[in-house]
């Protein structure tokens, strides 16, 4: 393995001949991030000093199935390796990104048409695990969704809970709500959408031309209304949901379902961050409890 293999993959197939200079981007908790400079252009590099290179080829899986529908705009991914002194890193398209946010309409637009032309033959799922935040996302292909999103999702945030907290308390009330939640889809057409999967405000953005951004996935394919699972923290308003709803219309009981999305990512942020978010993932079940008369 070369000493330095993202300075050797930059100047050899990223086609540059000299590195003009490199800069510290903001990261998140989890890895670092840097702008490489060359005389062919800018790279984004991620790094990971611990973790080995199966996180970051998900997420290329994931960033590559979104760029190849030719919707929104997101990193195109050059290349992912390991570290000669352990951990990994990926190698994307480095994006200018603007002043602002962008619009909440062009957004909401781009993601819908996403999800319209993304759908998998093979049920809900993806090809690879890939992981939300840091906790592991099983994705094994499964033909119905209503129990992929009861094994795989809520079924597997719980019983992690259990494990780290001893919660017995929300891991047996979420159980009896997943026993009835298929009442939750009466009416609901339902079809394996590409998700980014971890769509909230610190992984949308704009490009220098206003044009939507996003990055950091945790793709699979899912019912479309698991997309705004994060939307408490995402910032979507009233013209990102009317331009989304142009494209894919509302199923019928989509009210009824959305806090169901959210609960996911409140348990796996129990599990990420500690029992800070209980209140609001127990508050969430027993609302549906009550609802379902469970």
Same mark, same amino acid.
């Given at each position: ?9 930059i100047?050899?197939e ?9 800069s510290? =981007?903001g990261?998140g ?15 984004f590099?991620k790094?990971?000093?611990?973790i080995?290179?199966a996180?970051? #080829? ?10 190849d ?9 050059y290349?992912?390796g ?5 951990g990994?890193? =990926?190698?994307?398209?480095?994006i200018?990104?603007g ?22 033959d093979?049920?809900?799922g ?10 592991p ?8 969704w ?25 891991? #047996? ?5 997943i026993?009835?939640?298929?009442l939750l ?7 394996p ?9 610190g992984n ?5 031309n206003?044009?939507?951004v996003?990055?950091?996935?945790a ?9 705004f ?25 989509? #009210?009824?379902r959305?806090?169901l999305?959210l ?13 800070g ?7 969430? =079940?027993?609302?549906y409890?009550?609802?379902?008369k469970?």
């Amino acid at each position: 393995m070369s000493d330095d293999p993202i300075k050797e993959w930059i100047l050899t197939e990223g086609k540059a001949t000299q590195i003009t200079g490199t800069s510290s =981007i903001g990261g998140g908790c989890i890895n670092a991030a840097q702008r490489y400079d060359t005389d062919a252009g800018s790279f984004f590099v991620k790094t990971n000093r611990r973790i080995g290179p199966a996180m970051f #080829e998900g997420e290329a899986l994931g960033l590559k199935a979104m760029y190849d529908t030719k919707s929104i705009r997101v990193p195109l991914p050059y290349k992912v390796g390991s570290l000669p002194t352990g951990g990994s890193f =990926i190698i994307m398209e480095f994006i200018q990104f603007g002043r602002s946010r962008g619009d909440q309409s062009a957004l909401g637009r781009k993601l819908a048409e996403m999800h319209k032309s993304a759908k998998s033959d093979k049920g809900y799922g993806f090809y690879v695990e890939n992981t939300i935040g840091s906790t592991p996302q099983i994705n094994t292909w499964t033909a119905d969704w209503i129990e992929f999103y009861s094994k795989h999702r809520l079924g597997y945030q719980l019983k992690l809970i259990s494990q780290r907290f001893g919660d017995s308390a929300i891991y #047996e009330k979420g159980q009896r709500l997943i026993e009835k939640m298929h009442l939750l889809f009466d009416g609901a057409v339902i079809e394996p959408c590409l998700l980014h999967g971890d769509l909230w405000s610190g992984n949308i953005s704009a490009d220098a031309n206003g044009d939507p951004v996003i990055l950091d996935p945790a793709c699979y394919y899912g019912h479309n209304e698991a997309e705004f699972g994060m939307s408490w923290c995402a910032g979507f308003r009233g013209d990102f949901y009317s331009s989304y709803f142009e494209v894919m219309p509302k199923q019928p009981g989509f #009210e009824k379902r959305r806090d169901l999305y959210l609960l996911y990512h409140y348990l796996n942020h129990y599990n990420l961050f500690g029992s800070g978010y209980r209140s609001s993932a127990m508050s969430i =079940i027993d609302d549906y409890l009550r609802m379902l008369k469970a």
